[in-house]
């Protein structure tokens, strides 16, 4: 899409006075028409996706939300532009930038990380996954809060004992990382495997979930 | 890849509309405007062909949305052909300087509208005739005019702009 709007070569100037009298706005004004386009636009029904982004202690998280429930949590290593783009591709491009109806699953985060909290009650939406990687997903929520198990265990669980690798890639692109608890499968030897947000963040959770 | 988020849109986009929506209709309803432009390409917007402008798609909503305000605002007042002048813009500090947005208030429409979609949203004459109907040699003119006006009004604030508004 084309973002410059024209297609005069001779750019429109007005005089400096009309300029600034006509093109000033307010401090806020924007960010207030914002929030109440958002709000009359999940009125009517019209939003697909709604996004916020939360601090956490793995950095800032993305958490984008369909009426259905929560479709995707993103580390900031994904590139949230990137994963806002590929909700737009896969989804729809009906998204907007609406923090309420993510109020309740940032709240349970914040208790997660501050270890007030050891399982997620939020309606998820499972449709960025599909096939085998789906019931790997499915699974996961099973492996309690302070446990772990191998990918071998997971594969078994999720019914096909020898697709060990492909729950390694499950794993790796599991859509709602830290809520769906990819962090809890590790290699069958102990040491901790890959982890989408990179190796630190899986040992961060899984120390806190030690604790 | 497809289309960005329209949350991108409006962020690249809501000042522009904003500042149109202001000189077409004045600072009050500016605001509602805004809302049901947003509103009506949000709803629209995945139909959108890819290679569309985007400013000027916004554009041609607003102008409609400033219609749709402008005629509900007259079948509350007075019957009229043409558009009203605008209400004044005064009393909302920061949104514009009060004599300009006043002075634009006291134009023609089609020159308020053409100085809107040429000099704040950057349309081409050409897309500025085909929304307002004339011409574009018309719309080149109430273009100029406009500006020409405006800066008049701006040369004796007090005498040309401030007359005529209601304070």
Same mark, same amino acid.
């Given at each position: 899409m084309k973002d410059k709007p024209m297609s005069d070569n001779n750019v429109p100037v007005l005089p400096e006075g009309l300029r600034a009298g006509l093109e000033e706005i307010?401090?806020?004004?924007l960010e207030r028409l914002h929030a109440r386009l958002a709000a009359a636009a999940a009125n009517r029904h019209l939003v697909d996706v709604s996004y916020c982004t939360v601090d956490s202690p793995l950095g800032p998280l993305l958490l984008a939300a369909t009426e259905r429930g929560l479709v995707r949590v993103a580390f900031a290593s994904e590139g949230h532009d990137a994963v806002l783009q590929t909700l737009a591709d896969k989804l729809s491009p009906r998204i907007l930038e609406d923090p309420s109806p993510l109020d309740s699953v940032a709240r349970q985060?914040?208790?997660?990380?501050a270890g007030a909290r050891r399982r997620f009650d939020v309606?998820?939406?499972?449709?960025?996954s599909s096939g085998f990687r789906l019931s790997v997903l499915d699974h996961l929520p099973h492996i309690a809060y302070g446990s772990t198990?191998?990918?071998a265990q997971v594969a078994q669980a999720a019914g096909s004992p020898r697709a060990v690798r492909a729950v390694g890639s499950a794993c790796a692109s599991n859509p709602l990382p830290v809520v769906v608890p990819c962090h809890r499968v590790v290699r069958s030897d102990g040491s901790f495997g890959g982890y989408l947000g990179g190796a630190e963040a899986k040992r961060t959770l899984l120390a806190?979930?030690?604790? | 890849m497809g289309k960005p988020p329209f949350e991108k849109v409006v962020s690249a986009h809501g000042a522009v509309v904003l500042r149109v929506c202001r000189a077409v209709l004045g600072a009050h309803?500016?605001?509602? %405007? $805004?809302?049901?432009?947003f509103l009506s390409a949000l709803k629209a917007y995945p139909e959108l062909p890819d290679d569309a402008t985007v400013? %000027? $798609?916004l554009v041609t909503i607003a102008h409609r949305k400033a219609i749709d305000i402008l005629r509900a605002r007259q079948r509350q007042s007075l019957p009229m052909d043409e558009l009203p002048p605008r209400e004044s813009p005064l009393g909302i500090p920061g949104e514009g300087h009060p004599e300009v947005l006043d002075a634009v208030g006291q134009l023609p429409p089609k020159q308020r509208q053409a100085v809107a979609y040429h000099y704040l949203a950057g349309l081409p004459y050409k897309d500025v005739s085909a929304l307002l109907g004339v011409?574009?040699?018309?719309?080149r003119r109430a273009g100029a005019d406009g500006v020409k006006a405006l800066r008049a009004a701006l040369i004796q604030p007090r005498s040309a702009a401030s007359q005529g508004a209601d304070r």
């Open positions: 307010g401090a806020g004004t985060l914040e208790e997660y990380f309606a998820l939406d499972f449709s960025l198990e191998s990918y806190l979930e030690a604790a | 309803d500016a605001e509602d %405007a $805004w809302s049901e432009t400013q %000027a $798609w011409t574009p040699e018309a719309a």
